[in-house]
């Protein structure tokens, strides 16, 4: 009869695609019980997005139907999102992980990409919330339909944010008068990302995704001095003039010691409404080659397609409204990328601190 030991033997032969290590030694293997010749256990990820999660348990239950005496094996595919350990009391208790979504330059539909990947990361099982930073072009009430919310301060001086479609919500919009121009000065801007971080009733979060404004101004520098932030988003089109803008991000970011998670070439090609093809209508392959030059993962591209845009435009983003779509699939895809590259943050930097510790 098979044991403990020989099953766990056969997973350490699994290894974590991002981690790089086994399974058992990273402590994935959970609740395992041997019973006759069945074997079971709990695999926990790092993320319920998991892009090679089917991967993954196909690999281990290979790897276990190989033990002597084993002839079936229930696996238990569980996710528990580590936490980004420097958040601890920078933000609201319950928030894992911050990742902002930026962009050189405006009009590279970053407001779409930010809200897409956070209904995705909600699609796949996490608890996501979503900042809108963006002081300057506040879209994601519209986006995400919430047209009446009023913010109400309660007892402890904390505003409970709204949620739709499984993503809580915070905008700048909430705060102004419809049409009203942001005419803030740096120490404003600083004060109000400060309430948004530690004021909003976040509750249990796996991400925080953050909408920042296009450009390298206050809100970006007082969000990433303000609290710390487990890696950044870059979002560009694939003109030459939006990649020129988007070096100058990268340079910011790393000057500020914020990880780069990845960039996102957005509208790479056009898709017909009509035939559903593609065309490609600006540049090709700029991200990458950038992504190439400066070590930055590539997290995957996104077509250009009318409906997004009015999926935007009436509230229900593009994911859930055209669920079966190329797009759709496209931010499907680069939401579990981000979650995969948050997972490896968090990793590489728990196993520096042990080794500053053990030196």
Request: glycine share 8%; charged share 20%; hydrophobic share 40%.
């Amino acid at each position: 009869m098979a044991t403990k030991e020989d099953v766990l033997e056969a997973l350490k032969t699994c290894i974590e695609p991002e981690l790089h290590k086994d399974i058992v030694s990273l402590d994935m293997v959970k609740n395992l019980r041997v019973c006759g010749d069945t074997a079971s256990f709990d695999y926990e990820l790092t993320t319920p997005a998991c892009p090679l999660k089917t991967k993954m348990e196909m690999d281990a239950r290979e790897a276990v139907l190989k033990v002597p005496g084993v002839s079936k094996v229930d696996i238990n595919m569980i996710s528990r999102v580590k936490q980004d350990l420097r958040v601890a009391n920078q933000v609201q208790p319950g928030v894992k992980n911050i990742v902002v979504v930026g962009s050189g330059k405006g009009g590279v539909g970053k407001s779409s990409v930010s809200a897409n990947l956070a209904v995705s990361l909600a699609k796949e099982g996490a608890a996501v919330g979503l900042l809108d930073a963006d002081v300057y072009g506040p879209n994601q009430p519209q986006m995400f339909h919430i047209n009446d919310y009023q913010p109400v301060v309660d007892s402890e001086n904390r505003i409970t944010p709204p949620e739709n479609y499984g993503v809580k919500v915070f905008s700048m919009g909430f705060l102004m008068q419809p049409d009203a121009p942001a005419i803030w000065r740096g120490p404003m801007l600083h004060g109000a990302i400060q309430q948004f971080l530690k004021d909003v009733r976040w509750g249990e979060l796996d991400y925080l995704i953050v909408d920042l404004p296009p450009g390298t101004g206050d809100v970006q520098l007082s969000l990433c001095q303000s609290a710390p932030i487990v890696g950044a988003v870059i979002v560009t089109t694939p003109q030459s003039i939006a990649l020129s803008d988007v070096r100058k991000a990268v340079g910011m970011f790393k000057k500020l010691n914020v990880p780069m998670l990845g960039i996102v070439e957005n509208m790479s090609e056009f898709i017909c409404p009509h035939c559903k093809n593609g065309t490609r209508i600006f540049s090709q392959g700029g991200a990458k080659a950038l992504s190439e030059k400066h070590l930055i993962p590539f997290l995957g591209d996104i077509p250009l397609d009318p409906d997004v845009c009015e999926s935007g435009e009436n509230g229900k983003p593009h994911v859930l409204s055209h669920p079966d779509s190329v797009a759709t699939a496209a931010f499907r895809s680069v939401a579990r990328q981000v979650a995969a590259q948050v997972s490896l943050q968090n990793h590489n930097r728990k196993s520096v601190e042990i080794d500053l510790v053990e030196k």
